[in-house]
């Protein structure tokens, strides 16, 4: 089975902090994204991630920044974090000619306080 | 642009009771069309995904048939059990390469014995 794991379940940082979400996926997966979800808004994509070093911005990509330096990882960084960034954050992966999310993460619980 | 509108929930089943969830979709072109399923304290996951007109996905006894006339994707099961109180997204994205997916704000799902 495909695993995709998030470093941290629960994470609480404070106001301007830099924070870093981890994320594996094992099944040597192209494509990887990352969202945030929110009650009333559903899943909004954040960054998402064709290849190593490759990325492009999803909807909301204001405030945010990614890094895959390999292809199995994927990081969402907060520059400065924000009380608007308290939310769940999800990890997620597809093969290749598979564009959409196949496979998340169990998501990791953002505070900002 | 695309948009997906689901019945509010919670949605609350007897054991065995029969399942619809609802699900209707603004979009340009021909969009695939998804259900995932999100259990609790765990990240989403495919459930199934219909590609074209009249195409029906089919996983783990549940269904939905891609209603090009209706603009709908409800999800149905016949029986539902315990173990499928989780939280339903119906999701759409248009073909051809990598094309963003339009998530809706999920369905509760409260099966009981």
């Known amino acids: 089975d495909v695993k995709v794991t998030q470093s941290s379940r629960y994470l609480v940082k404070r106001t301007g902090e830099k924070v870093f979400l981890e994320c594996v996926q094992d099944?040597?997966?192209?494509?990887m994204f990352w969202y945030r979800q929110d009650p009333g808004l559903g899943l909004r994509l954040i960054y998402f991630?064709?290849?190593?070093?490759?990325?492009e911005k999803g909807d909301i990509p204001e405030g945010y920044s990614v890094s895959r330096e390999k292809k199995e990882r994927f990081s969402l960084i907060l520059e400065s974090a924000s009380t608007n960034q308290t939310s769940m954050y999800l990890c997620?992966?597809?093969?290749?000619?598979?564009?959409?999310?196949?496979?998340f993460g169990d998501g990791t619980r953002l505070s900002i306080l | 642009g695309n948009s997906v509108t689901q019945m509010e929930g919670p949605v609350t089943l007897s054991e065995e009771a029969f399942l619809t969830i609802n699900c209707t979709y603004t979009?340009?072109?021909?969009?695939?069309l998804f259900w995932y399923v999100q259990y609790p304290g765990e990240g989403l996951q495919l459930l199934l995904k219909?590609?074209?007109?009249?195409d029906k996905g089919s996983n783990k006894g549940f269904e939905a048939t891609y209603r090009k006339e209706t603009t709908s994707f409800h999800l149905e099961k016949g029986s539902v059990q315990v173990s499928d109180s989780a939280v339903y997204f119906c999701?759409?994205?248009?073909?051809?390469?990598?094309?963003?997916?339009?998530f809706g704000t999920g369905t509760k799902l409260q099966v009981i014995p």
């Open positions: 099944m040597d997966h192209e494509n």
């Open positions: 997620a992966s597809s093969t290749d000619g598979f564009y959409q999310p196949q496979h």
């Open positions: 999701a759409l994205s248009n073909s051809g390469g990598y094309q963003k997916v339009t």
């Open positions: 219909a590609t074209k007109a009249d």
């Open positions: 991630s064709y290849d190593v070093k490759m990325k």
């Open positions: 979009a340009t072109g021909y969009p695939s």
